[in-house]
Antibody, heavy 122, light 107 residues
Framework: EVQLVESGGGLVKPGGSLRLSCAAS????????MNWVRQAPGKGLAWVSS????????YYADSVKGRFTISRDNAKNSLYLQMNSLRAADTAVYYC???????????????WGQGSLVTVSS | DIQMTQSPSSLSASVGDRVTITCRAS??????LNWYQQKPGKAPKLLMY???SLQSGVPSRFSGSGSGTDFTLTISSLQPEDFATYYCQQTYNHPTYSFGQGTKLEI
């Protein structure tokens, strides 16, 4: 059974840092690209960052570029999101999600973790 | 960036109803369109990918259609467990895979 379990969320002051982790199991982690998606309280979904299988390609949303760093450790079946210079606007539930590519080349997020809440407040 | 607009933003329906949710892209995205269902306090769940392909394990009362800029998600006969928020997502514009704002389906 595919499982993605996030951890590391919590309350942090503006300007502070936090590192989220996503532990993967039930599949060959190194075969899949991974993403972080966030959801502010009462709001919709927003893509944050993505990383390819061997970390060769990494992408960020403009809103987090220069402040967040995505990484992965395939030996530990884990995905990470280092968040620095946090702002109130970064308050959200952060989900890790596995990306799969369909037979005709469509990417889709087929499995999601349960989410980790990050609250940025003084 | 590609903007995704869903309509309606909220919808009231009854068990057994046929319901259609629309998603429009600001530019053509071929069929690079996915649909997710999210229940309160839970992670999103993939329903459809490639506009019309049903994810494994998803009931056949869900169907999707469209290409280019206009897409629909249809639930043929609403069940109690279908009351949730639905999101479309475009994966044409790699890697900024934007989502629609969501459609809340209420009883």
């Amino acid at each position: 059974e595919v499982q993605l379990v996030e951890s590391g969320g919590g309350l942090v002051k503006p300007g502070g840092s936090l590192r989220l982790s996503c532990a993967a199991s039930g599949f060959t982690f190194s075969d899949y690209g991974m993403n972080w998606v966030r959801q502010a309280p009462g709001k919709g979904l927003a893509w944050v960052s993505s990383i390819t299988t061997s970390s060769g390609y990494i992408y960020y949303a403009d809103s987090v570029k220069g402040r967040f760093t995505i990484s992965r450790d395939n030996a530990k079946n884990s995905l990470y999101l280092q968040m620095n210079s946090l702002r109130a606007a970064d308050t959200a539930v952060y989900y890790c999600a596995r990306v799969r590519v369909g037979s005709s080349g469509w990417p889709y997020f087929d499995f999601w973790g349960q989410g980790s809440l990050v609250t940025v407040s003084s | 960036d590609i903007q995704m607009t869903q309509s309606p933003s909220s919808l009231s329906a009854s068990v057994g109803d046929r319901v259609t949710i629309t998603c429009r892209a600001s530019q053509s995205i071929n069929t690079y369109l996915n649909w997710y269902q999210q229940k309160p306090g839970k992670a999103p769940k993939l329903l459809m990918y490639g506009a019309s392909s049903l994810q494994s394990g998803v009931p056949s009362r869900f169907s999707g259609s469209g290409s280019g800029t206009d897409f629909t998600l249809t639930i043929s006969s609403l069940q109690p467990e279908d009351f949730a928020t639905y999101y479309c997502q475009q994966t044409y514009n790699h890697p900024t895979y934007s989502f629609g704002q969501g459609t809340k389906l209420e009883i």
